[in-house]
């Protein structure tokens, strides 16, 4: 009999919660997937439309007073006569709401509406990288540009977004990397072997995240702690900070100058050689 009420309770929570989510709020049954997520700069030279997933089945949406076709609750809109700041609404049966702020660049890559400290911004794309700049950063596009052509496709494989701020980080940081996206500060300040290391070390970051997500390398870099041990010294002072700083700053090394960093962390060059 207890079995039986389980049971029935059961499906009484999954009814429920599925009698919910159909009435859920526009606003918060639509969600940017991660290439179009909303207050995003769009580069419309390589990004003609925007993708969307539902949260839970919708009975109908409209754009622009048309209904948009979903297909396994998964949707998306054509933005490729768009440009500038742009307010992308879509209703429902409910009168209901939802609005997502997208910025796109023209066909010249200047992104009208949109600024960084207060200066104009401009878009740009390397393969599948955006890169969001000022006039400020316009001559290191470039070089950051041909210096991502030369890392390992595969460290590299994670990185989705670079923002170049002209101007300095509260904590003046040369770069932050937050998951697939990296900012670099004022970068225009420094020499080009001082960017190749930058680069080099903020993409280590993002391709040390995709390691974790596919199970590569655990949270605690375990094995990589065992190289940096058998080595019995940092790579750089700043690597004493975390062992996530110094397996940056190993990649950075390892890719500079291969041979010497071989022949001064044979551990580290082990571990990075076999997973590269």
């Known amino acids: 009999m207890k079995k039986v009420f389980m049971i029935v309770l059961s499906l009484f929570i999954y009814t429920s919660i599925s009698c919910a989510n159909s009435d859920i709020a526009l606003m918060y049954n639509i969600i940017?997937?991660?290439?179009?997520k909303k207050d995003s700069v769009i580069?419309?030279?390589?990004?003609?439309?925007?993708?969307f997933s539902l949260y839970s089945n919708e009975a109908k949406i409209f754009y622009n007073g048309s209904e948009v076709k979903v297909n396994g609750n998964k949707f998306e809109i054509d933005i490729s006569k768009l440009s500038g700041k742009q307010e992308i609404t879509f209703t429902n049966d409910r009168n209901e709401t939802a609005t997502f702020t997208y910025y796109i660049g023209n066909r010249n890559g200047v992104v009208k509406g949109y600024s960084i400290e207060g200066k104009q911004a401009y878009v740009?794309?390397?393969?599948?990288?955006?890169?969001?700049?000022?006039?400020?950063?316009?001559?290191?596009?470039?070089?950051?540009?041909?210096l991502l052509n030369k890392m390992p496709a595969n460290t590299r494989e994670n990185?989705?977004?670079?923002t170049f701020i002209p101007a300095e980080a509260p904590n003046r940081a040369a770069g932050i990397t937050n998951n697939n996206k990296v900012r670099f500060y004022n970068l225009s300040?420094?020499?080009?072997?001082?960017?190749k290391r930058i680069v080099f070390h903020e993409v280590a970051h993002t391709w040390a995240q995709a390691l974790r997500d596919d199970k590569i390398m655990d949270y605690s870099y375990t094995?990589?702690?065992?190289?940096?041990?058998?080595?019995?010294?940092?790579v750089t002072n700043y690597s004493k900070n975390s062992v996530s700083e110094d397996f940056a700053d190993s990649i950075a090394l390892y890719l500079m100058n291969?041979?010497?960093?071989?022949k001064n962390f044979p551990a580290r060059n082990n571990y990075i050689s076999a997973l590269i």
């Not at 940017?32 to 179009?36: A, E, I, R, T, V």
């Not at 580069?43 to 993708?51: A, C, E, F, P, Y």
């Not at 740009?124 to 950051?144: A, C, G, L, Q």
Request: proline content about 5%; charged content about 30%.
């Open 32 to 36: 940017p997937d991660d290439d179009s």
């Open 43 to 51: 580069d419309i030279r390589t990004q003609k439309k925007l993708h």
């Open 124 to 146: 740009t794309t390397f393969e599948n990288v955006k890169m969001v700049y000022t006039n400020k950063d316009t001559m290191r596009v470039p070089y950051v540009k041909m």
């Open 159 to 162: 990185l989705k977004e670079i």
């Open 189 to 195: 300040t420094y020499t080009n072997n001082e960017i």
């Open 223 to 234: 094995e990589f702690s065992k190289a940096v041990r058998a080595d019995s010294k940092f």
């Open 258 to 262: 291969p041979q010497s960093f071989a």
